[in-house]
Antibody, heavy 119, light 106 residues
Framework: EVQLLESGGDLVQPGGSLRLSCAAS????????MIWVRQAPGKGLEWVSG????????YYSDSVKGRFTISRDNSKNTLYLQMNSLRAEDTAVYYC????????????WGQGTLVTVSS | DIQMTQSPSTLSASVGDRVTITCRASQSISSWLAWYQQKPGKAPKLLIY???SLESGVPSRFSGSGSGTEFTLTISSLQPDDFATYYC????????FGQGTKVEIK
């Protein structure tokens, strides 16, 4: 059974940093791209960042480029999101999601972890 | 960047109704489109991928169609469990979601 378990969400001050983790199980982690999606309170879904399974290529939305870094440790089956220079508008539930075998769907999602940026 | 626009933003319907949600892409995305259902406090759930392929385990009352820039999600006979928010997502270039369509009880 595929499972994705996010952790690391917390209350942080503006300008601070936080690292999110997503522990994966039930599939060959290194074979699949993974992405982070966030949802601000009462708002829609927003893609944040993605990383390929094969060569580790990374992708970022304009809203986080230069501040967030996505990475993965295939030996630990874990996805990470390092978030620096956090802003109030980064407040959201952050989900990790697994890409499908043909890169055409997000077929499994974690339960989400809440990041609150506030003084 | 590719923009995705859903309509309507809110839809009021009754159990048994046929419901259609539209998603438009700002440029052609071929058939690289997925649909998700989300209920309050829960993670999104995949319904449809490649515009019209039904994800395993999803009821057959859900269907998707379209290609290029215009896509639709149809629920043939709305059930109580279907009241939720629905999102389209493009896969042609990175990943972009529509703003969501909330299906509420009429």
């Amino acid at each position: 059974e595929v499972q994705l378990l996010e952790s690391g969400g917390d209350l942080v001050q503006p300008g601070g940093s936080l690292r999110l983790s997503c522990a994966a199980s039930g599939f060959i982690f290194s074979s699949y791209a993974m992405i982070w999606v966030r949802q601000a309170p009462g708002k829609g879904l927003e893609w944040v960042s993605g990383i390929s399974g094969s060569d580790g290529s990374t992708y970022y939305s304009d809203s986080v480029k230069g501040r967030f870094t996505i990475s993965r440790d295939n030996s630990k089956n874990t996805l990470y999101l390092q978030m620096n220079s956090l802003r109030a508008e980064d407040t959201a539930v952050y989900y990790c999601a697994k890409d499908g075998s043909d890169g055409d769907r997000l077929d499994y999602w974690g339960q989400g972890t809440l990041v609150t940026v506030s003084s | 960047d590719i923009q995705m626009t859903q309509s309507p933003s809110t839809l009021s319907a009754s159990v048994g109704d046929r419901v259609t949600i539209t998603c438009r892409a700002s440029q052609s995305i071929s058939s690289w489109l997925a649909w998700y259902q989300q209920k309050p406090g829960k993670a999104p759930k995949l319904l449809i991928y490649k515009a019209s392929s039904l994800e395993s385990g999803v009821p057959s009352r859900f269907s998707g169609s379209g290609s290029g820039t215009e896509f639709t999600l149809t629920i043939s006979s709305l059930q109580p469990d279907d009241f939720a928010t629905y999102y389209c997502q493009q896969y042609n270039t990175y990943w972009t979601f529509g703003q969501g369509t909330k299906v509420e009880i009429k």
